[in-house]
């Protein structure tokens, strides 16, 4: 269960509109709410790492840590990394929740196709597949340059063409696994180079090591070339309140089209209150900032005592 996107935009507006304070539009909304849902986000890794400082409880529903990694599972993933040679492993980057598509039906003797549903963004931070009537391509069959699509070879036939994007949500690692049962260490490189130099020390793949570079890992003993996985954390989604104009010039919401906040939805009165913060500096209100401000201040001050 997600917090419904448009209940909080349409809150948000009457908070605003009560005493005829300004107007918030759908672009300005999601821009926000995506900022807000990200720190919201952000802030149960340090709160967790908080409540791991004080003395736990055993009740049912009041266990801060329980509850904040129960927030925090909602985003727990598991992928395949890849080899890259010389004991380098690829971590993986999508965890295919979030994908886009456009289909395009060719023409007869045409390259260039111009895309309208997939946005540059979209192809820059993300994993682009190319499908020819389902057909997996491999890169030298075709280039995409910003939003122009080239095929390599001139269509001789009609056929469909699918571009899909898959979104790099990669956000924080959490273990890497070597054949889905052995936990592989962390250790620093100054560490390594001690421990590699003693028989009694040194990896094994009964205890391989792995070392943080770059964003990619260094799995020790150099002759595992298979079978290595990463827990890890994604990203939450983008929030869209996605609408359509009605004849009278008016926005209505699409829900088959709109992403809905992937938080619990006992984060929804935050939520609410974040963008009202935000809001108010979008429409150059001061009060609106400093009452949501003082509430969210006094909310953090309870939930950390």
């Known amino acids: ?75 727990k993933t598991i992928g395949n990394c890849t080899y890259l040679g010389n004991s380098e492993w690829q971590l993986p980057t999508s965890s295919g929740i979030t994908t886009y598509n456009e289909t395009i039906v060719t023409v007869i003797s045409q390259q260039n196709y111009t895309l309208s549903v997939l946005t540059q963004a979209q192809i820059q931070n993300g994993q682009v597949k190319v499908y020819f009537n389902n057909i997996l391509q491999p890169a030298s069959a075709y280039t995409i340059n910003g939003l122009q699509l080239v095929l390599t070879s001139i269509p ?36 390594f180079l ?10 094994t793949k009964e205890y391989p090591l792995y070392i943080y570079e770059e964003n990619n890992v260094f799995v020790y003993p150099s002759d595992i070339t298979t079978a290595i996985s990463a827990s890890y ?32 939805p006992s984060e929804q009165t935050n939520v609410i209150l974040r963008i009202l913060l935000y809001s108010g500096v979008v429409i150059k209100d001061p009060q609106i900032i400093q009452v949501a401000a003082s509430q969210i201040q006094s909310e953090q001050i309870n939930s950390k005592s």
């Open 233 to 264: 954390v994604r990203k939450p989604k983008d929030v869209i309140w996605n609408f359509t104009m009605t004849p009278t010039f008016t926005y209505q919401y699409s829900p088959n089209t709109s992403q809905q906040f992937e938080l619990m």
């Open 156 to 191: 001789t036939t009609s056929f469909n063409i699918l571009i899909s994007v898959r979104e790099n949500d990669f956000y924080r690692l959490g273990t890497i696994i070597y054949k889905d049962e052995i936990e592989v260490q962390r250790i620093q490189r100054n560490n």
């Open 1 to 75: 269960m997600a917090i419904n996107v448009d209940t909080v935009y349409k809150t948000v507006l009457l908070i605003l509109n009560k005493e005829q304070r300004g107007y918030m539009t759908p672009d300005e909304f999601n821009k926000t709410a995506t900022q807000v849902q990200l720190e919201i986000f952000e802030n149960y890794f340090d709160n967790l790492n908080q409540q791991l400082r004080v003395s736990d409880n055993d009740s049912e529903y009041a266990d801060r840590q329980k509850n904040i990694d129960e927030q925090i599972s909602v985003f």
């Open 194 to 203: 001690y421990v590699n130099r003693s028989p009694l020390t040194k990896p």
